[in-house]
């Protein structure tokens, strides 16, 4: 908590990567759920990860916060990406991010994305949620792009656990608010998420700036649907476990055909994170490598 909440610490942890590793950019070093802490949920985090203080339903709504009671929470953020951007050298860019309503929701019902499917049946209060929710991202995002961050990522990793169609129905006309008051300064990364679900033209049109997909994509078909702003993705981030012959030859494969691919605006990275335990050498050689077929 000390690490996101203290500007000085969490621009050091954001430069970290850059500097060890040779990164292009950096991101905010903050906590997707830091807006329901704000609305009032309780935030801890343990060896075992985050918890919220309660889960939201029907009966215990009226207990969140108001958005202005909320905001003030959410002010450090602002502080961190500034303390960042004095730290970051010119020629590296500055990430910001939020998660996405769908993500949070799922975090607010059910205390952990993983249990996505059981907020599906929480529906019904999604949109309720949302009312609440949506004014204080527009918020947050207003503070992070006025405070240095170019782009603005919004991270729904519980997503893909929605049918296509419900995916269409109750998350898409929340992302087309944010997009169409922040044109083309968002990106959208969705985990699992399959080509159901963003063949639509909130995502193949001009709504963001960029999207991002997972490793369970081919890029190929990323780069064929998705025709404007930038593709973000997408090497299994398990193959970086691997020792280091193996791991040359898993990205070699993974390289050449987007080498001669003639596809701008590639934003080449892992399908979802770098794993615990993830030799940093290992994260080395992935920098190199790119760098080496495609310069």
């Known amino acids: 908590m000390d690490l996101?909440?203290?500007?000085?610490?969490?621009?050091?942890?954001?430069?970290?990567?850059?500097?060890?590793?040779?990164?292009?950019?950096?991101?905010?070093?903050?906590?997707?759920?830091?807006?329901?802490?704000?609305?009032?949920?309780?935030?801890?985090?343990?060896?075992?990860?985050?918890?919220?203080?309660?889960?939201?339903?029907?009966?215990?709504f009226s207990s969140l916060r108001s958005v202005d009671e909320a905001w003030p929470n959410l002010l450090f953020q602002g502080e961190a990406l500034r303390a960042t951007r004095d730290l970051l050298p010119q020629d590296r860019s500055l990430i910001g991010f939020v998660g996405g309503?769908?993500?949070?929701?799922?975090?607010?019902?059910?205390?952990?994305?993983?249990?996505?499917?059981?907020?599906a049946n929480e529906l019904s209060l999604f949109a309720r949620f949302c009312g609440r929710l949506m004014p204080l991202l527009v918020r947050n995002i207003e503070l992070q792009l006025a405070s240095g961050a170019e782009?603005?990522?919004?991270?729904?990793?519980?997503?893909?656990?929605?049918?296509?169609?419900?995916?269409?129905s109750e998350v898409v006309p929340q992302l087309e608010l944010l997009t169409a008051k922040f044109p083309s300064q968002l990106g959208y990364y969705s985990k699992g998420t399959k080509h159901a679900?963003?063949?639509?033209?909130?995502?193949?049109?001009?709504?963001?700036?960029?999207?991002?997909?997972?490793?369970?994509?081919?890029?190929?078909?990323?780069?064929?649907?998705?025709?404007?702003?930038f593709i973000q993705g997408n090497f299994d981030p398990a193959h970086l476990l691997l020792e280091r012959a193996d791991l040359k030859r898993r990205l070699l494969?993974?390289?050449?055909?987007?080498?001669?691919?003639?596809?701008?605006?590639?934003?080449?990275?892992?399908?979802?994170?770098?794993?615990?335990?993830?030799p940093e050498e290992n994260v080395r050689l992935f920098v190199n490598t790119v760098r080496e077929v495609l310069r």
């Open 4 to 60: 996101c909440k203290r500007p000085e610490l969490a621009a050091e942890v954001a430069l970290g990567p850059v500097l060890d590793f040779d990164f292009d950019a950096a991101i905010l070093f903050s906590d997707l759920l830091f807006p329901l802490e704000a609305l009032g949920m309780g935030l801890q985090y343990t060896d075992h990860g985050p918890g919220l203080g309660w889960q939201l339903n029907q009966h215990n």
């Open 101 to 119: 309503p769908w993500t949070l929701f799922v975090y607010a019902v059910a205390g952990s994305h993983q249990r996505a499917l059981a907020a």
């Open 151 to 168: 782009l603005v990522m919004l991270f729904d990793t519980a997503a893909g656990n929605l049918s296509a169609e419900a995916f269409g």
């Open 197 to 229: 679900h963003l063949r639509r033209p909130l995502f193949t049109g001009r709504s963001w700036s960029g999207v991002a997909v997972d490793h369970d994509w081919d890029l190929r078909d990323a780069f064929e649907l998705f025709s404007h702003g």
């Open 253 to 278: 494969d993974f390289l050449q055909p987007l080498a001669t691919n003639g596809r701008s605006g590639w934003v080449c990275g892992l399908g979802h994170g770098v794993l615990p335990t993830t």
